[in-house]
């Protein structure tokens, strides 16, 4: 059973950067595509940014650039910078698959863009 470890949430400034990252276990990690997801209060879960396997990447317009998404496949860890934070950006920020079914939510790491 697939296990998703979220880190390197906290409060920033507006304009603002962080690096989340998203440890993986249990699984063959550089087959799937992964994603990253956030959900504010309120507000359901959105796809802020997905990575293929072979490194293709999109994002949601509200990120654009602004967020990159990348993967260590050897590390099983994908990786999100986040710059130019705004306070629209406050959430939790999840991983997980990027396609097909989800696994299991990991705990999320908690992101406040607040002065």
């Known amino acids: 059973q697939v296990q998703f470890v979220e880190s390197g949430g906290g409060l920033v400034q507006p304009g603002g950067s962080l690096r989340l990252s998203c440890a993986a276990s249990g699984s063959i990690f550089s087959i799937y595509a992964m994603g990253w997801y956030r959900q504010a209060p309120g507000k359901q879960r959105e796809l802020v940014a997905r990575i293929t396997s072979g490194g293709s990447t999109n994002y949601a317009d509200s990120v654009k650039g602004r967020f990159t998404i990348s993967r260590d496949n050897a590390k099983k860890t994908v990786y999100l910078q986040m710059n130019s934070l705004k306070p629209e950006d406050t959430a939790v920020y999840y991983c997980?698959?990027?396609?097909?079914?989800?696994?299991?939510w990991g705990q999320g790491t908690q992101v406040t863009v607040s002065s």
């Open positions: 997980n698959y990027g396609s097909g079914s989800f696994g299991s």
